[in-house]
């Protein structure tokens, strides 16, 4: 019942947004971020309506993959190089490619089961130590390097700008991560599709809409607070 109360106001939420910047028209996928949530909330939220779950430990995917039938998985967390065969055959989409030597994993691993992986490329666009990512300045250097891995199709950005209760500045965070979506557009490799912008979660996504994203990834917001005494 929580889960359907909240998830009608997000998508009130997510609606207003929309018409108040003037994307209407504009498809906008929410990914519910389950992490941390117990498989039965998993299950409500799937039965209200919300069919693709976010996760970002490759275990808890894992575990709880088996148990929601029918719906989708994206991995929203730091990926470990040794962890991703474990998600290659699982997941739609990871958000979080952040290094070469793992996209060189992701490619090898997709290879082995003739499939191509979607992507987006993890940008720290705070410039944060605790935040994994590649820098904004590296982003071209990073492509060219991408561009090599036939398995793997770099399918746009995504970003998850520093704490902080200011909306302008968060505003000025989601500008710049929108200038390096539409850069990375004009890109020409063969393995690049930018279409997707991730960013935006439960207390910023409306500036997130506002500033072109076309992916919002909202935990709490939907499940309510995370339930982290699973030894996590
Ligand atoms: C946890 C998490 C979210 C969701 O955050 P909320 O504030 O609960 O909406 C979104 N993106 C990533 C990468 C996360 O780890």
Redesign the pocket.
Known sequence: MEILLNYDEIKDRIERAKEKAGRKADEILLVG?S?TQPPEKLKEAFNCGINVF?E?KVQELVEKYPLIDGAKWHF??HLQKNKVKYIIDKVELIHSLDSNELAEEINKRAGKINRIMPVLIQVNIGREDTKSGVLEEEVLEFSKLLSKYPNILVSGIMA?PPVNKNDEVTRTYFKKVYNIYNEIKTYKYDNFEIKYLSMG???DFEIAIEQGANIL?????IFGKRNYNRGE
Do not use: A, D, H, Y
């Open positions: 971020v992490k976010g970002n929203i967390g998850i979660m439960t207390g990834r909202v935990g709490t917001g």
